[in-house]
Every structure is written in structure tokens, then in C-alpha cells.
């Protein structure tokens, strides 16, 4: 089934919370729709109305987490969410005289199905079997490698943002890596900042969108000061391919974090990696309920010129926010777009006294 409908047309269907019920109709999925799908049949006799479809907010059901689970990845870098035995595998760090390290990567693009709602699957193209991919991190003077290799069905390529050599820059013709192919990309990780990576083969917003991005993290030689850290990639997937989105989230997974709400310390710094990888929209925005954040555009200086509650990025700009919740409960976060939020895009903090156990770590990332 292949329905000729806009994503103006499913909001109008779906309502709010009956996401995942109007995307799995969209996306043909008859086979996988979500248990206990909320119809909008409401005896207030609200039945049908789509203004009033369904009063609850967020999607009903639950992915699987088993291949990507969307609280973890908020604090993975550098495959930390994987046993050590594993991780080697796919990143290694040798230190150098200059007491920098090499820091060495296996990143490998791969065609496969993601669960972006309950029930609702998406073909992506992905990095490591996962969208976003891998968050890479590294200090400022690190060397970095990457051992690329293609095992997906079309020709990829990596193009990190950061100074490099344009023979590191994976953008032109020569540089896109054939199916089976492979490349080494290596550079300097410089300057310290928040930046991206993501495929730069043609058409790109059809690479882009179809899952080939991450984020990219370099730390300041004297780090920032501890924090706990969270890594948001804002993105959304056009399920029916019209050039226009029907599903949008902070990492994936619509709605994920109103269900599972982000556990964060109270009285304690926060600190948020936000980095906009939406294809097709050319803005997206994070706003967050009863409280400001600072704003460091694009992680490069130590110093924020910008206290707000909502933050507004462009294609492929990202920002680091910082902030420390007063009160404990939960604070809600989305896009400051209704549309995306209603889409999918806004999920929950949970502010809790960080447990005894926790105190003084501070979360302290491993650089
Ligand atoms: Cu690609």
C-alpha cells in the first residue's frame, strides 16, 4: 500500500498521540502495528476529530531497544556502550610522544531496518548498524583515523567537519567509496568544538537523510569542567519518500524519552551535545520548560554569548548547552516547532538528587 498522503494530511489523521497508528498505515507496515494502537474512538465523542484525536501525547507502544537504545546512546562515545572486549574492535587509542593520542576507528556504513516508533520500521542507511552513528571524541591535537569500509549497496563516503587536508575531505567525486570499498581518513582532531560527520555522496539529502551522520566531539586540551553529559542528534525520516518528513526525534526514536524519561542529576551541571541533523527542514530548535541554558555555538570557545531557553540550528549547526535543574520532577523538552513536536520530536528530563554513589564523579567523561 502506498498512500498518496502529505505530512499535513497525517497530522490531521494521526493526532496527537496516534503518531505510530497514521505513520504504520503510511509506511505500509500492516504486519507491525503497535499493541494497543490508540484509535481515536474517545465516548467523550471526540471520535474522528482530529484536533481532539487523542489527549494522551506521545506514541503508543514501545520499540525494541535490543539493536539501539536511545538512553544509552545519550552517553556513548567512542563505543563506550560496548564490553571491552568488543570495543576494541572498533576503537583503540595508542598514545603518542607528545602525549596525544592516536585514536583509531572502524566505522563501516551498512544498509539496515530501524525502528523509528513502535512499529513503525524505516530502511536506513547507517553507520555501524545505527542512527546516529557512532558519537566520535576526541581532545583538541589528537590524531584521528578512521578505517572506513562500504558494506552497504550504494557509494558512500565520510566528510567530518574540522580542519583537514581536502584529500580527508570524503566530498568529491574520486572520494565516494564503492560498495566493498574501503578508505583511510585521517586528520588532526582541531579545533576544539562540537562538530558532525556524514556522508557526502550524491544526491546528499538522500544519504544525509537515510541515516549517515553522527556527531563529533573535541574536547578543549583543559577540559570543560565535569558535567553530565548527553548526546542529542536532532533528525527525522521521510517514511514515504515525498522530500518531506513524517517522523521527527532526538536520536531516532519519536517520543522515546517521554516514556523513558532522561534521568538527570539535580544541582549538578548538565551538559548537552545538540547537534541538528534534520534533512529537508532547514531549521530545527530545542526548547526546554522552566528553566535557560547557556549556549556555546558550535563548542568552539570556552565562553557563552547566549543564556536562552530555546536554541534554534540550521542544517549540520550544533551547539553545546549547559544547565543545572533548581527543582526536581520533570521538565519537558522539544522542538519549539509544534508540528515537530507532535511529529515526534520532544521527550521528558526527570531531575532526582544524583545517588550517593554518584557524587563526586561528576560523570567525568573519559577523554
Ligand atoms: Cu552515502
Do not use: W
Given at each position: 500500500m502506498?498512500?498518496?498522503?502529505?505530512?499535513?494530511?497525517?497530522?490531521?489523521?494521526?493526532?496527537?498521540?496516534?503518531?505510530?497508528?497514521?505513520?504504520?498505515?503510511?509506511?505500509?507496515?500492516?504486519?507491525?502495528?503497535?499493541?494497543?494502537?490508540?484509535?481515536?474512538?474517545?465516548?467523550?465523542?471526540?471520535?474522528?476529530?482530529?484536533?481532539?484525536a487523542a489527549h494522551a501525547m506521545g506514541a503508543v507502544g514501545r520499540v525494541s531497544t535490543d539493536r539501539f537504545d536511545p538512553t544509552r546512546f545519550l552517553r556513548s562515545w567512542n563505543f563506550s556502550d560496548l564490553p571491552e572486549?568488543?570495543?576494541?574492535?572498533?576503537?583503540?587509542?595508542?598514545?603518542?610522544?607528545?602525549?596525544?593520542?592516536?585514536?583509531?576507528?572502524?566505522?563501516?556504513?551498512?544498509?539496515?531496518?530501524?525502528e523509528i516508533a513502535p512499529g513503525v520500521y524505516f530502511p536506513a542507511w547507517t553507520f555501524?548498524?545505527?542512527?546516529?552513528?557512532?558519537?566520535?571524541?576526541?581532545t583538541e591535537g589528537d590524531r584521528i583515523r578512521i578505517h572506513f569500509l562500504n558494506q552497504g549497496s550504494h557509494p558512500h563516503s565520510l566528510h567530518f567537519h574540522g580542519w583537514h587536508p581536502p584529500e580527508m575531505d570524503g566530498s568529491m567525486p574520486d572520494q565516494q567509496v564503492e560498495?566493498?570499498?574501503?578508505?583511510?581518513?585521517?586528520?588532526?582532531?582541531?579545533?576544539?568544538?562540537?562538530?558532525?560527520?556524514?556522508?557526502?555522496?550524491?544526491?546528499?539529502?538522500?544519504?544525509?537523510?537515510?541515516?549517515?551522520?553522527?556527531?563529533?566531539?573535541?574536547?578543549p586540551k583543559t577540559p570543560r569542567p565535569p558535567a553530565?553529559?548527553?548526546?542529542?542528534?536532532?533528525?527525522?525520516?521521510?517514511?514515504?519518500?515525498?522530500?518531506?518528513?513524517?517522523?521527527?526525534?532526538?536520536?531516532?526514536?519519536?517520543?522515546?524519552?517521554?516514556?523513558?524519561?532522561?534521568?538527570?542529576?539535580?544541582?549538578?551541571?548538565?551538559r548537552i551535545y545538540l547537534v541538528n541533523l534534520t534533512e529537508f527542514d532547514p531549521i530545527n530548535s530545542f526548547h526546554l520548560h522552566g528553566m535557560f541554558f547557556k549556549v556555546y555555538r558550535t563548542g568552539t570557545s570556552l565562553e557563552s554569548h547566549e543564556v536562552g531557553d530555546t536554541v534554534m540550528l540550521c542544517q549540520g549547526e550544533r551547539a553545546i548547552l549547559e544547565t543545572t535543574f533548581r527543582y526536581p520532577g520533570p521538565f519537558m523538552f522539544h522542538a519549539h516547532q509544534s508540528e515537530f513536536a507532535e511529529l515526534g520530536w520532544m521527550g521528558l528530563f526527570q531531575a532526582a538528587p544524583a545517588a550517593p554513589a554518584e557524587e563526586g564523579t561528576g560523570e567525568a567523561h573519559e577523554a
Open positions: 502506498k498512500a498518496p498522503l502529505s505530512r499535513r494530511s497525517l497530522l490531521q489523521i494521526a493526532g496527537l498521540g496516534t503518531l505510530a497508528t497514521g505513520v504504520s498505515a503510511l509506511s505500509g507496515r500492516s504486519g507491525a502495528a503497535p499493541t494497543g494502537a490508540a484509535a481515536p474512538a474517545d465516548p467523550t465523542g471526540h471520535a474522528g476529530h482530529a484536533g481532539h572486549g568488543e570495543r576494541s574492535r572498533f576503537y583503540r587509542e595508542t598514545p603518542r610522544p607528545d602525549g596525544s593520542l592516536l585514536r583509531e576507528y572502524e566505522i563501516y556504513a551498512v544498509d539496515r531496518e530501524i555501524n548498524g545505527q542512527v546516529p552513528g557512532p558519537t566520535l571524541r576526541a560498495p566493498g570499498g574501503s578508505f583511510v581518513f585521517e586528520f588532526d582532531a582541531d579545533p576544539f568544538g562540537l562538530h558532525l560527520y556524514h556522508c557526502h555522496a550524491v544526491p546528499l539529502k538522500r544519504h544525509l537523510h537515510k541515516g549517515l551522520y553522527g556527531a563529533f566531539i573535541v574536547d553530565e553529559e548527553l548526546v542529542m542528534v536532532m533528525n527525522a525520516f521521510d517514511t514515504n519518500f515525498d522530500g518531506d518528513n513524517e517522523v521527527y526525534a532526538v536520536n531516532s526514536v519519536a517520543h522515546y524519552h517521554m516514556a523513558e524519561p532522561v534521568a538527570v542529576p539535580l544541582g549538578k551541571l548538565v
